[in-house]
């Protein structure tokens, strides 16, 4: 994929998680339109988050995100059994392309 | 509420053509552009194309040029991916996704805020 996402991550409930993507300078370096989406088994991808950090009405602000250089990072506080799913980044990649990680399976053990 | 419902899956030959098809409801269809995102089974996501919100330009990923055209009827509230010389890679859930930003341009249509339920095309002999 053209970021990437580390395959797996875990957390217990209660506990916080943080989920890197990491593009190039020309993507998620440069712009700041990386957003995230949640997906659950046999669902259709959620968005989370948007323009970097941004949170759609209705996603609970357990759910933030940064960047730092060409990385940009999901962090879910407070893990709920919900919040198990696929989690993938997405960037701007420039001359109109959209770019996707490979995802993230999350697993609240 | 927005709605976004693809049809038009199914199974196809290699080298054949196949039409998908994206029913919006909910939200001023003529004011947003729309992409179309596929998916295989148990892997990540790809886009594939933008129609702006007036259909004046469309944007293709490199893996779909020049085979596949992304066009919408405004007076139908409707999105479509003619899709041809299909082949087994071509596989996949594809999903329509709307722009968060109505009248979107450049990087700010790099987002969706609603997504449909998919519609699955099999590529195989």
């Known amino acids: 994929s053209a970021l990437t996402q580390p395959p797996s991550a875990s957390g217990s409930p209660g506990q916080s998680v943080t989920i890197s993507c990491t593009g190039t300078?020309?993507?998620?370096?440069?712009?700041?339109?990386v957003s995230w989406y949640q997906q659950h088994p046999g669902k259709a991808p959620k968005l989370i988050i948007y323009?970097?950090?941004k949170r759609p009405s209705g996603v609970p602000d357990r759910f933030s995100a940064s960047k730092s250089g060409n990385t940009a990072s999901l962090t879910v506080t407070g893990l709920q059994a919900e919040d198990e799913a696929d989690y993938y980044c997405?960037?701007?990649?420039?001359?109109?392309?959209?770019?996707f990680g490979g995802g993230t399976k999350l697993t609240v053990l | 509420q927005v709605q976004l419902v693809e049809s038009g899956g199914g199974v196809v030959q290699p080298g054949r053509s196949l039409r998908l098809s994206c029913a919006a409801s909910?939200?001023?269809?003529?004011?947003?552009?729309i992409h179309w995102v596929r998916q295989t089974p148990g892997k990540g996501l790809e886009w594939v194309a933008l129609?702006?919100?007036?259909?004046?330009?469309?944007f293709y990923s490199d893996s779909v040029m020049d085979r596949f055209t992304i066009s919408r009827d405004n007076s139908k509230d409707t999105l479509y991916l003619q899709m041809n010389d299909l082949r087994p890679d071509d596989s996949a859930m594809y999903y329509c996704?709307?722009?968060?930003?109505?009248?979107?341009?450049?990087?700010?249509?790099?987002?969706?805020?609603?997504w449909g339920q998919g519609t699955q095309v099999t590529v195989s002999p």
């Open positions: 996704a709307k722009a968060i930003d109505k009248f979107c341009f450049g990087a700010t249509c790099y987002h969706a805020d609603h």
């Open positions: 909910g939200f001023a269809f003529k004011t947003f552009a």
């Open positions: 129609i702006t919100y007036d259909g004046g330009h469309q």
């Open positions: 300078s020309s993507d998620v370096g440069e712009y700041y339109y």
């Open positions: 323009e970097m950090t």
């Open positions: 997405s960037s701007y990649g420039g001359r109109n392309t959209w770019l």
